[in-house]
């Protein structure tokens, strides 16, 4: 038996409870992880929520969570692994994520054990601690995937990164920094010192100054928040410049329950069609062992390091996803075992 976080209805983190449930067994091309560390982000938050409805349908769980145990990053060690498996072995230090495809499900991780697909786990840095590793996966993945894959960031690129004080904030304007990018930082007062920190080029607060009034050009911006429109956003803009979007709905208080960002991003999709400075629409995920051995390079050369903001121990997990919730967290939020 182990100790996990379960979750049997959508609700809010008053619906979590620390449980005794069995250890789960590993598939044939499974990895069985004894947690060390994992770490909250906003797709936890739309899990434990089920919102938008629509996620339950995309395979979450209609009723209620497929997965009853919350939590997709990990870092631990490895304790077993299933007959098929080839780059792993017991003892190994590992991260990674707990889930193929799509972030809208639950994934385990929130568990003294937890099981994960071979090909979603790293070896961890020496280097590198349990609770930076276990930060690093969706959130760091998210940045990447948004910057190069649809930003086409290169070297001596303008890039400005809006909500860059956050878990994928951070993320990015390291990442920005590590292709070479100059980076302007947007975020409130109480997170200018951490952008400063993080390497941003020049930080703007956005209590005081909005962006899309400024002189500044970019030739990429990339919008965590989603709190602009293309149009505001094209006006500091470079005539090559792309806007990547990421969006969500500020836990709940969009008012979008049923469809979230979906409407918003088809609309985007068939306005691509029609301006170079918007990404084209692709389905294709990014190969996620590839993307990890990349982020595992910049975390052994310090290009990328973690900024945690709080840790909790397993049974606080629904204080940590109320931290989460308040917006005010700087950097990652992080899970550790007692």
């Given at each position: 038996?182990?100790?996990?976080?379960?979750?049997?209805?959508?609700?809010?983190?008053?619906d979590l409870e620390l449980r005794e449930i069995q250890v789960p067994t590993p598939a044939a091309h499974e990895v069985l992880v004894r947690v060390r560390a994992a770490s909250m982000h906003a797709d936890v938050w739309h899990v434990v929520t089920?919102?938008?409805?629509?996620?339950?349908?995309?395979?979450?769980?209609?009723?209620?969570?497929?997965?009853?145990v919350p939590g997709t990053d990990v870092a631990g060690v490895v304790e077993s692994v299933g007959k098929a498996v080839t780059r792993f072995r017991p003892g190994d230090d590992v991260f990674g994520e707990t889930i193929r495809g799509m972030q809208?499900?639950?994934?385990?991780?929130?568990?003294?054990?937890?099981?994960?697909?071979?090909?979603?786990?790293?070896l961890k840095p020496a280097a590198v601690t349990f609770e930076q590793a276990a930060a690093v996966p969706t959130s760091a993945l998210i940045a990447l995937?948004?910057?190069?894959?649809?930003?086409?960031?290169?070297?001596g690129q303008r890039?400005?990164?809006?909500?860059?004080?956050?878990?994928?904030?951070?993320?990015?304007?390291?990442?920005?920094?590590?292709?070479?990018?100059?980076?302007?930082?947007?975020?409130?007062?109480?997170k200018l010192e951490l952008l400063h920190a993080l390497g941003a080029d020049h930080v703007i607060d956005y209590t005081t100054t909005d962006f899309t009034k400024g002189a500044g050009r970019y030739n990429l911006i990339l919008d965590i928040p989603g709190n602009h429109s293309f149009t505001q956003c094209q006006r500091v803009l470079t005539p090559e410049g792309i806007w990547v979007?990421?969006?969500?709905?500020?836990?709940?208080?969009?008012?979008?329950?049923?469809?979230?960002?979906?409407?918003?991003?088809?609309?985007l999709m068939v306005r691509?069609?029609?301006?170079?400075?918007?990404?084209?629409?692709?389905?294709?995920?990014?190969?996620?062992?590839?993307a990890l051995a990349l982020l595992t390079q910049l975390l052994e050369t310090g290009q990328l390091t973690p900024h945690i903001d709080r840790t909790f121990p397993l049974a606080e997990v629904p204080a940590a996803l109320r931290h989460l919730q308040t917006g005010r967290a700087r950097g990652k939020i992080v899970i550790t075992m007692d």
């Open positions: 038996m182990m100790k996990a976080i379960v979750q049997h209805r959508y609700g809010t983190a008053d089920g919102q938008p409805y629509v996620l339950r349908l995309m395979g979450a769980g209609l009723r209620k969570p497929k997965n009853p809208w499900i639950h994934g385990g991780a929130f568990a003294e054990f937890v099981t994960a697909p071979e090909d979603g786990l790293v995937m948004n910057l190069r894959d649809f930003g086409r960031i290169r070297a890039v400005l990164i809006n909500g860059a004080g956050g878990a994928v904030g951070s993320m990015a304007v390291q990442l920005a920094k590590a292709f070479g990018a100059e980076v302007a930082a947007v975020d409130c007062t109480e979007l990421v969006a969500h709905d500020n836990y709940g208080k969009g008012r979008h329950r049923c469809l979230g960002a979906i409407p918003r991003m088809l609309a691509a069609l029609f301006t170079r400075q918007l990404p084209r629409a692709t389905f294709k995920l990014p190969d996620r062992q590839k």
